[in-house]
Structures are given as C-alpha cells and as structure tokens.
C-alpha cells in the first residue's frame, strides 16, 4: 500500500515559474554555443549566469522561514530575469540573434516576470496587513492574455 504525503510547504520544483526559468537557462546556453569564440567568456558568460542566477535566487530563498526573505529571493529572481532580457537585446543587436528570436525569448522572460510578480503579491499576503509594504487588495488578474500593446518601458512625457 502507497502512503501519500501531504506537505505544508511547496518545493522549489513545484513552482511553474521556477520550471519554465531552468528551461529558458538550458535554452539560453544553448543559444551561445553559436556565438562568436571572442564572446565565451564576455556576453555569453554574463547572459549564461544571469539567467541560472534567476530561479537560483528562488531556490536559495524558498526554504527560508521568513516571508520577507523569500520576497526578496522573488525580487532578486526578477532583477535576474530583466538582465537576462537585457543582455539577449544585446546579443540582438550585435546580430548574433534574430529580431524574432529575441522577440520570442524577450516574451517568455516577461510572462516569468508577471508570475513572479504574482508570487511576490502572494507572498506578501501571508504577511499581516498593517506590516506590509503595500496594497495587495486588487483584483487578481490572469497574466499572458490579451496583447501586449501596452507599452511596459518608462512612461513617456505628454510634453
């Protein structure tokens, strides 16, 4: 007879946002092995560890006890996730990816980033109301549908 286990706390593998960052790791490395030799160790050693530092930086903060600590592991994993964006555009502009693959990989790091924003809000729920850095009240919405027209850089000047 198979005894199932109920946990109280989830794995850093169970969290979807967790599996589809070391996927995109494994598929960023991937990415550099074409690249120029003179990159091995510039552009494609920076892309290639910022892109394993983001769900490290969950799995260094998952089992700690305190909620601040693991929003700070969340915030740090964006951090990580908005370099990596950063260092692909790079690689776009020096040619050594397409407009579209970028494109496509820019998309998949940004729908990480709106879950981590959702895990960050979640998080901070568990957190007592009068301790927390800001309203978590909003309405929850579901990430990744609809376009993406909306412009998500600096607001721009009306002037």
Not at 9 to 15: P, R
Not at 87 to 109: D, G, P, V
Not at 128 to 154: A, D, F, Q
């Amino acid at each position: 007879m198979e005894t199932k286990i109920v946990k109280n706390f989830m794995d850093v593998e169970d969290l979807e946002v967790y599996k589809k960052l070391c996927q995109l790791h494994i598929q960023v490395c991937d990415l550099t092995h074409d690249w120029p030799r003179e990159e091995k160790y510039e552009l494609g050693s920076q892309i290639r560890r910022s892109s394993n530092s983001s769900p490290a930086q969950l799995a260094e903060k998952n089992d700690d006890r305190h909620i601040r600590n693991k929003i700070e592991g969340v915030n740090r994993s964006r951090g990580e996730a908005a370099e990596t964006i950063h260092h692909l555009f790079i690689a776009q502009l020096k040619e050594y990816l397409s407009k579209q693959t970028y494109a496509e990989f820019r998309s998949r790091y940004k729908e990480c980033i709106r879950m981590l924003n959702g895990l960050e809000k979640t998080l901070e729920r568990k957190i007592p109301e009068r301790e927390r850095r800001w309203e978590v009240n909003e309405e929850s919405g579901r990430y990744g549908l609809g376009s993406e027209t909306v412009n998500e850089g600096w607001p721009v000047s009306m002037e």
